[in-house]
């Protein structure tokens, strides 16, 4: 059996901030499952807020009940605490503390993630049993309860995601990196960093699909180019009409990169690249002197 505890010592600089911090509304809609331990139900919409969930437990199936599990792609969130649920019909209103842009570094154009808790499956004959991440096989399905996406500057006027990505899709969150010499789990993934939209992993062990991510702790990247704005602060997640799935959503977080809220470019920066330096002085010097208007 592995260490399934987390090391005390996490690894990734976020801010509360990053994540949604508001709930503006949640109309709960049916076929809102219940805890299958607890019984409670799934309609607690400030378990959408803060960063996703790392941690939780068995459920007395494969695991035992109460053990702690680290939250991977084949072992999602499933609590009533740590998942709201959208329902049939319903949907779910978030605001950010501040304007998310669309930041020009930001990895792969993705501005904000939407963390579920969609889960990969695994070869035929095995299961997930709390073990060594490395003994175990993903296929290319990725079991997933699509909700739909919109996005809005003022809370009134939105703009949706009207053919994907979807929330509470691939690629199922991970919480911690596994270090396989030693076998025990390691750094905290970062939430606010996103994966490759190009990302297959089918015949991947566990552990390689978590190494693939890069250092992300997954979720489903959302590019506001996409739907032609220069930045948000409201996310809404409805009810596919659709599907009979209930969307179940952990966190909604802002990526983080050079240039963003909390990692503004420096005065004298002329490359952009959040430090002023000889790369810097370096293209002044190039163009020492140039002038394009009023030159006399």
């Given at each position: 059996?592995?260490?399934?505890?987390?090391?005390?010592?996490?690894?990734?600089?976020?801010?509360?901030?990053?994540?949604?911090?508001?709930?503006?509304?949640?109309?709960?809609?049916?076929?809102?499952?219940?805890?299958?331990?607890?019984?409670?139900?799934?309609?607690?919409?400030?378990?959408?807020?803060?960063?996703?969930?790392?941690?939780?437990?068995?459920?007395?199936?494969?695991?035992?009940?109460?053990?702690?599990?680290?939250?991977?792609?084949?072992?999602?969130?499933?609590?009533?605490?740590?998942?709201?649920?959208?329902?049939?019909?319903?949907?779910?209103?978030?605001?950010?503390?501040?304007?998310?842009?669309?930041?020009?570094?930001?990895?792969?154009?993705?501005?904000?993630?939407?963390?579920?808790?969609?889960?990969?499956?695994?070869?035929?004959?095995?299961?997930?049993?709390?073990?060594?991440?490395?003994?175990?096989?993903?296929?290319?399905?990725?079991?997933?309860?699509?909700?739909?996406?919109?996005?809005?500057?003022?809370?009134?006027?939105?703009?949706?995601?009207?053919?994907?990505?979807?929330?509470?899709?691939?690629?199922?969150t991970a919480g911690y990196r596994?270090?396989?010499?030693?076998?025990?789990?390691?750094?905290?993934?970062?939430?606010?960093?996103?994966?490759?939209?190009?990302?297959?992993?089918?015949?991947?062990?566990?552990?390689?699909m978590i190494d693939a991510y890069?250092?992300?702790?997954?979720?489903?990247?959302?590019?506001?180019?996409?739907?032609?704005?220069?930045?948000?602060?409201?996310?809404?997640?409805?009810?596919?009409?659709?599907?009979?799935?209930?969307?179940?959503?952990?966190?909604?977080?802002?990526?983080?990169?050079?240039?963003?809220?909390?990692?503004?470019?420096?005065?004298?920066?002329?490359?952009?690249?959040?430090?002023?330096?000889?790369?810097?002085?370096?293209?002044?010097?190039?163009?020492?002197?140039?002038?394009?208007?009023?030159?006399?």
């Amino acid at each position: 059996m592995c260490m399934a505890t987390p090391p005390a010592v996490l690894a990734v600089d976020y801010d509360p901030n990053d994540f949604a911090v508001e709930v503006v509304e949640y109309i709960a809609g049916t076929g809102i499952p219940v805890d299958s331990i607890s019984g409670e139900p799934f309609n607690n919409p400030g378990s959408a807020l803060g960063r996703p969930t790392l941690m939780t437990s068995g459920d007395g199936s494969y695991i035992r009940l109460g053990e702690p599990v680290v939250v991977l792609p084949v072992a999602p969130a499933y609590r009533s605490f740590e998942l709201v649920t959208v329902g049939n019909g319903g949907h779910l209103t978030l605001k950010f503390s501040h304007p998310v842009r669309d930041d020009r570094n930001n990895p792969y154009g993705v501005d904000f993630i939407v963390f579920g808790n969609s889960m990969q499956g695994v070869e035929a004959g095995s299961a997930w049993r709390n073990g060594n991440p490395e003994d175990v096989r993903v296929t290319n399905t990725c079991y997933t309860e699509p909700g739909i996406v919109s996005v809005s500057q003022d809370g009134t006027n939105w703009c949706t995601f009207a053919t994907g990505p979807y929330a509470d899709s691939f690629a199922p969150t991970a919480g911690y990196r596994w270090d396989s010499a030693n076998n025990v789990w390691a750094q905290e993934l970062d939430p606010t960093k996103p994966i490759d939209p190009q990302l297959t992993v089918a015949g991947m062990t566990v552990a390689e699909m978590i190494d693939a991510y890069d250092g992300s702790a997954g979720g489903t990247g959302f590019d506001l180019a996409d739907v032609g704005l220069d930045w948000i602060m409201y996310v809404r997640i409805d009810d596919d009409p659709t599907s009979g799935a209930t969307t179940e959503i952990d966190a909604v977080a802002d990526v983080s990169a050079c240039g963003d809220y909390r990692h503004p470019f420096p005065a004298g920066d002329v490359n952009t690249d959040c430090r002023v330096d000889m790369g810097d002085v370096a293209i002044i010097a190039e163009h020492w002197l140039e002038c394009t208007w009023n030159c006399q």
